[in-house]
């Protein structure tokens, strides 16, 4: 069973920053994909952010391309989200999922931490 906790999140001004922790069990984290998703009340989710297995290969959502940086420590069966410049727009519940390497779809999800952009 995919377990996935998330931490790091909290309340931050207006271009300040924060990184986020997803810390996973119950998978071969080595040779899975991770990703990071957002969703602000009353809004679908967003996937913002997804690394390879690797760490060779990044994506972001056009919404937080250089500002956002995903990274993970496979030693440590953890993935980070560095998040700087943040903007009121940039609050949700962020939650991270790993991939199915089956099927390829982010299938398994964490509860989710809490990000507040505001002044």
């Known amino acids: 069973q995919v377990q996935l906790v998330e931490s790091g999140g909290g309340w931050v001004q207006p271009g300040g920053s924060l990184r986020l922790s997803c810390t996973a069990s119950g998978v071969k984290f080595d040779t899975t994909s991770m990703g990071w998703s957002r969703q602000a009340p009353g809004k679908e989710r967003e996937f913002v952010a997804s690394?390879?297995?690797?760490?060779?290969?990044?994506y972001y959502a056009d919404s937080v391309k250089g500002r956002f940086t995903i990274s993970r420590d496979n030693a440590q069966n953890t993935v980070y989200l560095q998040m700087n410049s943040l903007r009121p727009e940039d609050t949700g519940v962020y939650s991270c999922?790993?991939?199915?390497?089956?099927?390829?779809?982010?299938?398994?999800w964490g509860q989710g931490t809490q990000v507040t952009v505001s002044s």
């Open positions: 999922a790993a991939r199915n390497e089956a099927t390829l779809q982010y299938a398994d």
């Open positions: 690394i390879r297995w690797s760490g060779g290969q990044t």
